[in-house]
């Protein structure tokens, strides 16, 4: 693509903020669209599968001009949707102001995701099965369902609209005994309820992981563990101590705990004022091997992927 004036400014108005750049940006350019027929063809389905996937989130996803496709396109191996319970349905958006009944979890992601897995899997067994990306085809990708409404009304709806995903045996899930991995892995956080129970499940817990370390476990037993529990989430700001200094033991000591519970550390809402601060928190983050590094921007998450080789799934 030419970058010429007349480019940059359609970008600009836009809302963008960002020229085309990257092969992603040139490939999918302005015309193609989550809801565009298009988005099936080949050029852009190949291009997705045959990214190296990293340890990324792809936080508030839905705001995403090209929303769960970006994400993958651009090396995640996890998206955030918002939903609130409307009319038997789930509305994807941050706020009750921006939903529309066409902007939904099952057209914006369940779906898509369901037809990506489809063609992965045309001539495969469920146990062996293959995830979204070629190049780590047992690399499942984690669905994040921040709850917005009340939770169990919500979370019932959500277990409703995967029941053609969990047909298909396309979700992780725990048989009782054991987790046991599929290419879509799906988390409840937010008003979402906590279930803590040995029966079979297949939507994971995001435990609070500022207050993994208060929580009263057991002796022998964590109440927050690979068996109801997949992220251990928490604001950057919760994390630190009173003074708001950040302290690389204690985050470290963080990261720990969830992993000693077998769950994923996640810090969102890093600030970013001064201008380095983002940058130094996940320079920092990456060193003390967080489970997952949260993003916005998904032309950063390209832009910098290169130098983050030590997220690499």
Not at 20 to 42: K, M, T
Not at 146 to 163: P, R, W
Not at 259 to 284: E, Q, S, V
Request: glycine residues 4%; proline residues 4%; hydrophobic residues 35%.
């Amino acid at each position: 693509m030419v970058l010429t004036e007349q480019t940059m400014l359609v970008y600009l108005l836009s809302g963008l903020y960002r020229i085309a750049g990257d092969q992603f940006d040139n490939l999918f350019g302005l015309h193609v669209l989550a809801d565009s027929p298009s988005i099936w063809d080949d050029c852009y389905q190949s291009f997705i599968r045959e990214v190296h996937p990293i340890s990324m989130h792809s936080h508030n996803d839905y705001s995403q001009r090209i929303p769960l496709f970006a994400a993958l396109g651009s090396r995640c191996i996890s998206v955030e949707a918002d939903v609130h319970l409307r009319n038997s349905d789930l509305l994807v958006g941050h706020r009750s102001l921006h939903l529309h009944p066409s902007r939904n979890l099952r057209t914006m992601y369940l779906d898509p995701l369901e037809r990506m897995l489809r063609a992965r899997n045309t001539n495969t067994t469920i146990d062996n099965w293959q995830g979204t990306y070629r190049h780590a085809s047992n690399q499942t990708v984690v669905l994040l369902i921040d709850h917005k409404t009340k939770g169990e009304d919500t979370y019932a709806m959500l277990s409703t609209q995967l029941q053609p995903l969990r047909d298909l045996g396309y979700l992780t899930h725990r048989n009782g005994s054991a987790r046991i991995s599929r290419p879509l892995t799906i988390v409840a956080t937010g008003n979402a309820p906590f279930y803590n129970d040995d029966n079979y499940r297949d939507i994971f817990f995001d435990a609070d992981l500022s207050r993994l370390d208060l929580v009263h476990d057991a002796a022998d037993h964590y109440l927050y563990n690979i068996s109801n529990s997949y992220y251990a989430s928490t604001r950057w700001s919760k994390a630190l101590s009173r003074d708001a200094r950040i302290s690389q033991s204690e985050i470290a000591s963080q990261i720990e705990s969830a992993k000693a519970r077998g769950l994923l550390a996640r810090y969102w809402d890093a600030p970013a004022r001064p201008p380095n601060m983002r940058y130094f928190i996940w320079r920092t983050l990456i060193e003390k091997n967080v489970g997952v590094l949260n993003m916005d921007d998904m032309g950063t998450v390209r832009d910098r992927a290169i130098g983050w080789g030590s997220l690499r799934t």
